[in-house]
């Protein structure tokens, strides 16, 4: 069945350092692609999608990109605040309603 | 954004007892709501998704008669897990789908921690 694997964390950087967290799926077909953050005692908030091959999705100075060749979409942000500090969720969606998850990956920035 | 909120937050019970989770859509109307339950270190589970004034549909391996889900407004949906045991403590999450931007987007609730002592 489809699945998301995500880089297990904590990931702990320090303010203004390179962010990569690593995503890759298992799906057949085409599947959207999903980037969710949830920060400290709130919901998940869709922080960026693609929604086919080679498409960029970015916000907020995260960028991620649908590679299909490696199965892959890895989320990137070129200078991390403190701010961002909070769990990353990568997901799939294949058709219909259901979105399948990776188990989330702490970030913590230091200042 | 679209606002989703649960309650409680948290809720400890005894074995044995039904606790009952309200998701909220506070600003739009949901037509549809999903509930998921996400372990310790693992990724979050669809349990099962509801449209308003229909039955729930549930995934398979989710016991329906334990974990009963009523979405009878378009902007309520509850969960209630029966005659609780331990094994059913978790982290449960609620989204919704609906009329606010973009129709595919979920949005979510921040989740109800159960302890089942």
């Known amino acids: 069945g489809d699945s998301v694997t995500q880089m297990e964390g904590p990931v702990t950087l320090s303010e203004e350092a390179f962010l990569t967290i690593n995503c890759t799926y298992t799906?057949?077909?085409?599947?959207?692609l999903f980037w969710y953050v949830q920060y400290p005692g709130e919901g998940l908030q869709l922080l960026l999608k693609a929604t086919k091959a080679d498409d960029k999705g970015s916000n907020k100075g995260f960028e991620a990109t649908y590679r299909k060749e490696t199965t892959s979409f890895h989320l990137e942000k070129g200078s991390v605040q403190v701010s961002d500090s909070a769990v990353y969720f990568c997901a799939l969606r294949r058709g219909g309603n259901k979105l399948v998850f990776g188990a989330g990956t702490i970030l913590r920035v230091k200042s | 954004g679209a606002v989703v909120s649960q309650h409680p937050s948290r809720v400890i019970c005894k074995s044995g007892t039904s606790v009952k989770i309200e998701c909220r859509s506070l600003d739009f109307q949901a037509t549809t709501m999903f509930w998921y339950r996400q372990f310790p270190k693992q990724s979050l589970m669809l349990m099962a998704t509801s449209n308003e004034g229909s039955k729930a549909t549930y995934e398979q391996g989710v016991e329906k008669d334990k974990f009963l889900i009523n979405h009878a407004s378009l902007t309520l949906s509850t969960l209630t897990v029966t005659s609780a045991h331990p094994e059913d403590s978790s982290f449960y999450i609620c989204?919704?789908?609906?009329?606010?931007?973009?129709?595919?987007?979920?949005?979510f609730g921040p989740g109800t921690r159960l302890l089942v002592l």
């Open positions: 989204s919704a789908r609906g009329d606010r931007g973009d129709q595919e987007t979920q949005y």
């Open positions: 799906a057949t077909g085409y599947p959207s």
